[in-house]
């Protein structure tokens, strides 16, 4: 069963160590890990392409050749996962296939998201969160938007939220191999 | 032909009348607009599950059922569009039919990417923009990830940037219409 790795491990400084560490981890429970910046069985199809879109051409392929998707949805620069991430997250699901994800903070969309905005963000007549422009937030107790983790229970999936010390939150992969177990479970119709 | 009209815009204090605007633009081009907050129709679906589950679910069908999607990818509570969106984007793709979208700001993603982190966001020894943590940032002049202009591309749409000013960023539906505008040429076969 191939995986697709997705998440913003690769803008890590140590991307190639982690590729190699989520990839290790993967075959410990019989799995194949892909990383985005694998290259293509075919890389002469991106020759034709500028830089930035031979590599997204290089990941849908990716996508479209794995079995399922792990997905590091840490918050990135904001309440929410990595907009990359979660764009592979809904095409995946959109194909039928398994999807799961992970995140190294505990705390809710919703009061990560009043933790962002700070004292803009204030409760309106009826009683809701909004921010300082008026638009509401999303209180369901969720990870992130309603979007990711539905699409993970519509693929009957799992997303694992750990709360993790700040300076080990790109590099604990427990969530993930919580999700490699997961995996490994469905695979053998468990 | 039946269209997404993906976006924060749900979240607007007047989402409603947001919701009309947008579909009585798309009647103009020939178009019909589906809000995510539209009705299923087959409510009955949705009665069983969680409220937000609910929602995934609806939204989840109302794009399968549509046959294109126009995504707000204006900016969201950072640097990147909002994740519900986002997540959205990916879905149509993988379904394989046009994606379209449209950004009430012009500066490029690596720019407000710095402008969001502020003086954490520095060079490094190869000269290239990292954050605080030493993450990479997407320097290739996009409007957002390369996954989001990625796909768009791929899907042979659009994707407008315009510099609006910040008070009418949520409001203001010119990037909107020429969307509207490059997706009825499409339907034409122009």
Redesign the interface.
Same mark, same amino acid.
């Given at each position: 069963m191939k995986v697709y790795l997705a998440g @913003?491990d690769v803008? +890590? @400084?140590e991307a190639a160590a982690m590729a190699a560490e989520k990839k290790r981890l993967c075959a410990l429970h019989g799995l194949e890990g892909v990383f985005p910046t694998d290259p293509r069985p075919d890389p002469a199809a991106d020759a034709a392409a500028e830089? !930035?879109?031979a &590599?997204? +051409?290089r $990941?849908?392929a990716h996508i479209r050749a794995c079995d399922a998707l792990v997905a590091n949805l840490t918050p990135f620069?904001? @309440?929410?996962?990595?907009?990359?991430t979660?764009?592979?997250?809904?095409?995946?699901?959109?194909?039928g296939r398994p999807v799961l994800g992970y995140s190294n903070a505990a705390a809710d969309f919703a009061s990560r998201?009043r933790h962002?905005?700070g004292p803009e963000a204030r409760r $309106?007549e009826a009683g809701r969160w909004? =921010?300082g422009?008026?638009?509401? +937030?999303?209180e369901?107790g969720?990870a =992130? $938007?309603?979007? &990711?983790?539905?699409?993970i229970?519509?693929a009957a999936g799992l997303l694992v939220r750990r709360d993790v010390p700040e300076a080990a939150r !790109?590099t604990d992969l427990a969530g993930f191999e919580a999700c490699l177990q997961a995996l490994a479970r469905l695979r053998q119709g468990g």
């Open positions: @913003p803008f +890590l @400084p830089a !930035w879109y &590599i997204y +051409l $990941n849908e620069r904001g @309440p929410s996962a990595d907009a990359g979660v764009y592979e997250l809904g095409f995946m699901r959109a194909l998201t962002f905005l $309106n909004v =921010d422009e008026g638009l509401a +937030l999303e369901f969720l =992130d $938007n309603l979007m &990711i983790d539905g699409g229970r519509a !790109w």
